[in-house]
Each structure stands twice: as C-alpha cells, then as structure tokens.
T-cell receptor, first 115, second 111 residues
C-alpha cells in the first residue's frame, strides 16, 4: 500500500515570498490533515479535511495560510506571504474516517526554511 | 492547546536497557495514542489505549493508563539503536475528531 506522499521535501524562501506544499493521501482515506511542527515541539494541527470539506481550521493563520482539497483527494497548503516564524516542518497525514481512534498515517514532511 | 505533556523531555540509555516515558494530560479522555518519530520513517503510530483499558502490549512496547492520575506511560523493553526517536502522546480533544499532541520525549539509545 502506498503511503502519504508530500512534495517538495525541502524548501528555502525569503520572507514575504509565497510557497505551496502538495500532499497525496492514502487511497480511500476520507480525512486529510496538515500539521505544522516547529523544532522540538509536537505537531500542531493547522487544518483537517473530511473528504473535501473542512472539519477544523481553528489554528490556521487565515491571513496568510490557505489550504484546499479539490475532489476530496490531493491537497495543497499555501503560505503567502511567509514570515520567519513559519520555518518548520509541514506534515500531511491521512486517516480512514477521521475519528480520533483512527491511526493517522503521516507523509515525510516538507522542511521549510524562511530567511 | 496542548493536552499531553511528556516526561522526561530527553532520555539517554544504553542499548539493552528499558526505557520509560510518561505522558500527563489535563482533562478526561476517551483514548490516548503513542507515536514515534525518527528521521528514517517519519511519524508512525505505535499503540492506542482506551480509557477503559489499563494496559496494552505490542511487541517490546507496554503502555499503561491511569485515568485517576491522568497519566500514561510507555515502556520499551530491551532497547535497540533503532528505538532512537522522539515519542509523542496524543489524546482526544473536545470532539470525536480531534487529536491533541504533546511536545514529545527524545530518546537516545547508546551502543
């Protein structure tokens, strides 16, 4: 079974530039998550999709971050404009139904460095 | 918001020894999960324990849950170099769809 795919793996940008990350979840998984993980901390949920609808985006900085999940499969997360404090690893995960008893399967992450 | 807090923040032991790390949480839960994160395999689910369970085993892993103390422990027996990783607990939040993560315990296994 193919895992969660993410690209790019690494990205370095200047502050105020924009960046986009892509995620392809495990086939058949209804729920897709985007997390931000700052060095030395646990993952912080940015947004959770159930199929192509948003379940939770309460911690997404909506003035600069946006995400979409077209057709309930792939998803993109965009930051525009980036700030220094956005330097982090962005993890995408998927689960079968989205219930908190489900196992979440994570991609390798995108390491973003904002200079 | 952070629900689970792992303790210790970092742990270094010799290969072959047992490693114990703890997770404390603030509000009542229905279930608690442990995940491992290393550079090779990323973040991987280890085990889930429900609030009506006191102990679960999976291979060399043993997880206990004490709901009266709002704490859980993860024991890794006969540690190996491959166990070097950060270990996170994650608890359910206010809804059936929310998972809240702790800051993790960094475990180093010395050869």
């Amino acid at each position: 079974e193919a895992g969660v795919a993410q690209s790019p793996r690494y990205k370095i940008i200047e502050k105020r530039q924009s960046v986009a990350f892509w995620c392809n979840p495990i086939s058949g998984h209804a729920t897709l998550y985007w997390y931000q993980q700052i060095l030395g901390q646990g993952p912080k949920l940015l947004i959770q999709f159930q199929n192509n609808g948003v379940v939770d985006d309460s911690q997404l900085p909506k003035d600069r971050f946006s995400a979409e999940r077209l057709k309930g499969v792939d998803s993109t997360l965009k930051i525009q404009p980036a700030k220094l404090e956005d330097s982090a690893v962005y993890l995408c995960a998927s689960s079968f139904s989205g219930r908190n008893t489900d196992t979440q399967y994570f991609g390798p992450g995108t390491r973003l460095t904002v200079l | 918001s952070q629900q689970g807090e792992e303790d210790p923040q970092a742990l270094s032991i010799q290969e072959g020894e047992n490693a114990t790390m703890n997770c404390s949480y603030k509000t009542s839960i229905n279930n608690l999960q442990w995940y491992r994160q290393n550079s090779g395999r990323g973040l991987v689910h280890l085990i889930l324990i429900r609030s009506n369970e006191r102990e679960k085993h999976s291979g060399r892993l043993r997880v206990t849950l004490d709901t009266s103390k709002k704490s859980s422990s993860l024991l890794i027996t006969a540690s190996r170099a491959a166990d070097t990783a950060s270990y996170f607990c994650a608890t359910d939040g206010d809804s059936n769809y929310q998972l809240i993560w702790g800051a993790g315990t960094k475990l180093i296994i010395k050869p």
